[in-house]
């Protein structure tokens, strides 16, 4: 059964376009105030080493660094960590040993892979080349930002924005061990989702850099062999882009609970030149890794039977969006059903509906039209909904879409056409 369209459609149209205002609003304010609190900490850090160092106020202290970034047309934050960065050069960063051993072991070779060509890893006592003088600095502004990621993905992201993008990195992917040993990657940036499907396990006896990294315990470097000669990486076996692949092995405290593999596509030597840098960031990842990671198992995701590749691929072909949600439901437990959240949105949804973010964002038009409420209900009774509703997507007041919402495991498939 269908429901029929109200009177007043381009009053209720009206509402959307203003509520869709509001949402966009109040969503770039939100993004706005995420931005200052990523930069909060090192900000407190480089007022707090003025104030000591020249007997002044914690105001008069942000007063100076204000000053400072006009004259030099430099972001206050960027001025902070560049402080905080002299007065704490990456050798001298670690407080705690987990740091300490990434920054300071020497990187070991990995064991050969079964079936792929051996992984070229650091040799052990190499000279590692110095980081650059800003490095430091970025790697404050890392200390800052990621303590604000919430999903693994958000956490790939801003390790690449913050810490990495300057130096040629062009993708990141965040894996965690699973007890047999397999590598689950569980955030990546810059990766195709094809990509990222086709490897979302890794068994142990791959021999990919991440688990070798994993498993060694050491840094791994794998070169292309045509990379001097600007060729592409070859498809079998890279999971990040790029003509420089290196793994990471990612500790908490004695025990490796993952790695992380960087994706470069300027030259080697490049690459390899931010040997200790890399190694101090991986000393930051594990712990914000299994923060983030713990936050998501609240709500768990979908787990689709044979495997997520087939199954996303089958979405994409599809000409209408689908999205496949995931319920919120009140207290985080189990209360009743008051949102869902986008674990996968097909390519027919477009770039908006970002996994991870909830239904009443990414389309607040359809909370105007009372079908949200509907999905809802076929969220709470798993029994389906199909119905007819107004525009909520922006195509236009005139444009009337059906809506379908089946239960789907333990979540929803929504989809819409016009």
């Known amino acids: 059964m269908t429901e029929q369209q109200p009177p007043g459609g381009s009053t209720r149209a009206d509402e959307a376009s203003v509520l869709r205002e509001a949402v966009d609003r109040l969503r770039a304010e939100a993004e706005g105030l995420r931005r200052a609190m990523r930069t909060r900490g090192v900000i407190e850090q480089a007022k707090g080493m003025l104030t000591e160092r020249l007997g002044c106020t914690p105001d008069e202290a942000f007063g100076h660094l204000v000053r400072l970034s006009q004259d030099t047309n430099r972001r206050v934050a960027d001025i902070a960590a560049a402080l905080v960065g002299l007065a704490a050069p990456i050798e001298h960063l670690a407080e705690d040993e987990a740091l ?225 949600l995931s319920v919120v439901r009140e207290g985080g437990g189990g209360g009743a059903v008051t949102d869902l959240r986008v674990r996968y949105a097909n390519a027919a949804s477009g770039t908006d509906p970002v996994p991870g973010r909830r239904l009443s964002e990414i389309l607040p038009g359809l909370v105007t039209t009372g079908a949200f409420a509907r999905v809802l209900e076929a969220a709470e009774t798993g029994v389906r909904y199909e119905g007819r509703a107004e525009d909520f997507t922006g195509a236009g007041p005139e444009a009337a879409l059906t809506v379908r919402a089946v239960p789907f495991l333990d979540g929803l498939l929504l989809t819409w056409r016009a």
């Open 100 to 324: 300490r051993a990434a920054v300071g072991e020497p990187v070991r070779p990995a064991p050969p892979p079964a079936a792929r060509p051996r992984p070229v890893p650091a040799p052990p006592g190499a000279p590692r080349p110095a980081p650059a003088p800003d490095l430091a600095a970025r790697y404050h502004l890392a200390v800052s930002a990621l303590a604000g990621a919430e999903t693994p993905d958000e956490l790939a992201r801003l390790l690449h924005e913050v810490a990495l993008a300057p130096l040629g990195v062009v993708a990141v992917v965040l894996g965690l061990l699973e007890p047999d040993g397999a590598l689950a990657l569980v955030g990546s940036h810059g990766v195709e989702p094809g990509r990222v499907s086709r490897w979302r396990r890794v068994p142990p006896e791959t021999g990919v850099p991440l688990a070798a990294a994993a498993h060694g315990g050491g840094m791994v470097w794998e070169f292309d062999a045509d990379a001097a000669d600007g060729g592409r990486p070859p498809e079998t076996g890279r999971i990040v882009p790029g003509r420089t692949a290196c793994a990471v092995p990612l500790r908490s405290g004695e025990r490796i609970v993952g790695a992380m593999s960087l994706g470069w596509d300027g030259p080697p030597e490049r690459a390899r030149a931010a040997t200790r840098y890399v190694d101090a960031l991986a000393g930051l990842v594990p712990g914000h890794l299994l923060r983030v990671a713990a936050a998501e198992g609240g709500e768990p995701g979908l787990v689709v039977p044979g495997g997520e590749y087939w199954f996303r691929g089958v979405l994409d072909a599809m000409f209408e969006p689908v999205l496949v």
